[in-house]
Every structure is written in C-alpha cells, then in structure tokens.
C-alpha cells in the first residue's frame, strides 16, 4: 500500500522553513550546526604522491550531546579533501577499519578499471588496498565513495564520501583559496531518531524509490553559517544524498554562476537563479557577496518527483534553507567575474561507432500491477530488463571510441553514471542541453530520455569491468547496474 510516509519520501519532502531558520548560528547549543566545517585539505604532491585513507567507524554530533554513530574516512564523518595534480602518480593506502568489506571508488576519476574501486575490489576488515592513481584530465571536482555491492547506500549514508580536486595548473583567475574562497559544500540529506541517530530506513519503498531523509546537512552538520570574504566566491557542490535531487538557490533570488560540471570547466560561466543537481553530480558555482548581505542558500521540493499523481498533495513551493553565508569586511581576492573559462574538448556525435539503449526501470510498474492484483510479476528493478550480476559483461567497448548512449527512464527520473569514461549530452528529453548541461559529464538526471556521447578513454578488463548505473543508491544497490569492458 502506498502510504503518506511513502509519499512524503517520493515528494522529497524536507522540514519546514521556519523550524530550521531558526537554528542558524545557535548550533552549538541546539542542532549541532554552526559554522561550516571544512574538510581537510591533503595536496598529494606536497606528500610526496602517497596518500593514506582510513575508513573507520565514528562518532559525530548531529545534535549536541546526541552521538551518532558514523562512518568516515580518517575524519568522524565524510573524509579529507584530496588534491591531485594533473600529471602525477598518486600511490593511496586505503584501509579499511570497518567491520565489514568496503571498497573505495574515485568518482569521474579517469584511470584503468583495475585501481577504480568498483564493486569487485572488495576490501576486506582490516585489509588495505593499494591503487596507484595516473591523474590526467582538466581540472574539477570529483569525489570519492564506497561501492560494495548491495551496501553502497548504507554506507554512504552513514558518512563514507569526499572530495577530489583535481588541479591542471590553470587558474583563470578563479578564487582558490581553500576554504576561504574555493569552497567544497557536500550536500546530503538525512533522517535521524530521537536520540540523534542515523536511521537508515530500508523498507520496499525506499528501494523502489531511494531513501530520502526530512533534513539536510552540509558538511556534516545542519543548517551551518559560512563567513565569506565580500566578493566573488566559488562554492564546489556536490550532491552526495542518496536519492535526493535539490533545486538550490539563494533566498534573495540573485544570479549565480555555474562555472564547471562534472568533467571540468564550462566555456563560459552561465547565469543561473536555480541550480537542479542531482545524487552525484557537482557543479562549480561563483557567487558574488560584495553587497555584504547575509544570505540563505535553500532548496526547494523535489520537482522531477512531483510529476507522479499520488504526491501532488505535497507540491507545495515552499523552499528550505540549506546553509546561510555571511560576508564579512576581509578583502575580497576576486572582485570580477571571468568572461572566458576553458573550452571544453570538442566530440562528434558522427564519429560515434555504437549506438546503445539503456532502459533503467525502477520496477515500479510491475509493483503497481502487482498490488491491484493484475500481474505476479516481478518488480524488477534493473536496466534491458535485468539486475545486475557481478558475473556478466553486459558492453564490450573498444579503447579510443566514442558511441552514442541512449538512456530511458521509466517509473521516475534517474540520475545514469558511467564510470571509467565522460560524456556530453546530445540531447535531454529530446532538446539540447541547456548551457550548464551541455559541459563534460560523467553523472545526468534522465527525466525521460537522454542521449549522451560517451568517450572511452580508459581500459577494463573482464576481471575489473567498468561499472554505469543509476546513482540512487537504493537503485544501485538492487541491481539497476551493468558493467563494461574497454579494450
Ligand atoms: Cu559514484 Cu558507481 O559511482
Ligand atoms: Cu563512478
Ligand atoms: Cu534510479
């Protein structure tokens, strides 16, 4: 039966506007949030190119004096900022002190199948693995997250995630100092039981639909307040929820600018009052506080949802906040907006040697027959019709190419990754791509139909295939998954 609590996670519903301004700044007394955190930053060239990771089990107060129970990557929760070089060999040392097997996946990191961290490169409690990364591609923002099969939800959601910068020496007079004006903003969202735990719900309807929790938190924390120079900044965001899509933007309704997609910079930087990101996906955005007003950066209701029937009861416009930044009198390094970014690298859709068809079903169909007794069938939830198995090669592709990749939502709208490879959206829902889409991809939320050109730069071998998939991580984790070879 479908139920209000299940239509509110469909709806994507968040907690009031209200109740969580009112926590802006007093987070240390009551929601634990406060001022932004920052990630550690660790630039692997300054260590020498060996950079060692621990995912390890914490503590960390969502509210204060209410542990939680976490993950993180040597940190309670989330994990170090990594900078790596272009052109440089980066030697990880990612241990795992969990009770139970991990594996670490680098995310739009170009590199061979076998250091990707997909599902086979199980590490095992109190294993270490050792993958030595080449870093070549322009510079962006990439991240990191575990990836075994059938627990990649749980353990993200538990904290396992972080952010990789990937830096080519160019600088475009960009703001970059860390965590003054180059800022990384991990947006999650999350529910948690009365004594300040993570509650991971794993009902059959956040497996068809993906969990979706009634709090946001950046960083880590709730509702945080980040003091920013009075000028230019650039905020680094990632959606890292697990099914959540949000609609940023700031509660005066001023122009932003998206600077950078997954893949790297966009040619010019793109107006923008509101900013749809998807479960995985990042965009480089540049915000101008040299007004000096303290402003709300807020997201509204999960639209693409909302064009189900059964949650219309929940569309409602109202926005919540997300985090508050406020300027203050410290010099501002970039007072002006670059008018030229970097052209990203050209493709031809002609040269494209392969065109595919993925259809990415959330079983949602066949769980409807079901329930009004019209079909036994199953719900099968998967891609063509199948779930994944570890044990198939579902695409071979050949080293150098490019191939057309048609992708089909049915059920709702799914965010389609791709691993070991970028793309640019041909088309999305039959039209071109708008300005910001329309950059070097490697994750896309596919309402209807999108058809990508995706380039194979990387090779994978049967024993260490390439994964693509749907990156809600419920999805994910119930087999709307396949893999590829590339040789
Ligand atoms: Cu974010 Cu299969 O990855
Ligand atoms: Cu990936
Ligand atoms: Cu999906």
């Known amino acids: 039966m479908i139920t209000r609590r299940a239509l509110t996670l469909g709806a994507g519903i968040i907690a009031s506007a209200t109740a969580l301004d009112a926590q802006f700044g007093r987070g240390e007394r009551s929601r634990g949030g406060g001022r932004l955190p920052v990630p550690e930053l660790i630039n692997a060239s300054q260590l020498g190119n060996v950079v060692k990771l621990r995912a390890a089990p914490g503590r960390h107060e969502f509210y204060k004096g209410k542990p939680a129970r976490t993950f993180g990557y040597s940190a309670p929760i989330l994990g170090p900022v990594l900078r790596f070089r272009r052109g440089d060999r980066v030697q990880m040392i990612v241990e795992n002190a969990l009770d139970t097997p991990t594996t670490v996946h680098w995310h739009g990191l170009l590199v061979p199948g076998d250091c990707d961290g997909g599902p086979q490169q199980v590490i095992g409690p109190g294993d270490t693995w050792h993958p030595t990364l080449g870093i070549d591609q322009p510079a962006t923002t990439l991240w990191y997250h575990p990836h075994p ?99 940023l933007r700031f509660r005066d309704q001023r122009t932003f600018y998206a600077i950078g997609s997954d893949g790297g910079f966009l040619a010019q930087p793109v107006a923008m009052k509101v900013l749809r990101i998807s479960p995985a996906e990042r965009f480089e955005v540049l915000v101008d506080f040299s007004d000096r007003k303290a402003v709300v950066l807020e997201t509204g209701p999960d639209r693409v949802m909302g064009i189900f029937g059964q949650i219309s009861d929940f569309d409602s416009d109202q926005y919540v906040p997300v985090m508050r930044f406020e300027p203050i009198a410290r010099a501002a390094a970039v007072t002006r907006l670059p008018q030229q970014l970097a052209e990203p690298a050209a493709v031809n859709a002609k040269d494209a040697v392969q065109r595919r068809q993925f259809v990415l079903n959330n079983g949602v169909c066949g769980q409807k027959m079901r329930m009004s007794g019209q079909s036994d069938m199953p719900a099968l939830i998967g891609i063509n019709g199948r779930t994944h198995d570890p044990n198939r090669i579902d695409v071979e592709t050949r080293l150098g190419t490019t191939e057309i990749w048609e992708i089909v939502s049915v059920g709702m709208p799914h965010p389609f990754h791709v691993h070991g490879a970028m793309f640019r959206a041909l088309s999305l829902d039959g039209a071109p791509p708008p300005a910001h889409l329309a950059g070097w991809k490697d994750t896309v939320l596919v309402e209807d139909k999108a058809e990508l050109v995706v380039r194979f730069t990387q090779p994978a071998t049967r024993e260490h295939p390439f994964m693509y998939h749907c990156h809600i991580l419920e999805h994910e984790d119930a087999g709307m998954m396949g893999q590829y070879t590339c040789a």
Do not use: K
């Open 149 to 247: 099969h059938h627990e990649t939800a749980r353990q993200v959601y538990l904290g396992l995630a972080g952010l990789i910068i990937i830096d080519d020496g160019s600088s475009l007079g960009l703001p970059q100092e860390f965590g003054v004006d180059d800022l990384p903003i991990i947006i999650q969202d999350r529910s948690f039981g009365s004594d300040g735990s993570l509650d991971y719900d794993t009902s059959e309807l956040s497996t068809i639909y993906g969990l979706r929790g009634d709090t946001i938190i950046v960083n880590g924390v709730i509702a945080p307040v980040a003091r920013v120079p009075a000028g230019w900044v650039r905020l680094r965001l990632l959606n890292g929820a697990n099914a959540q899509n949000f609609e």
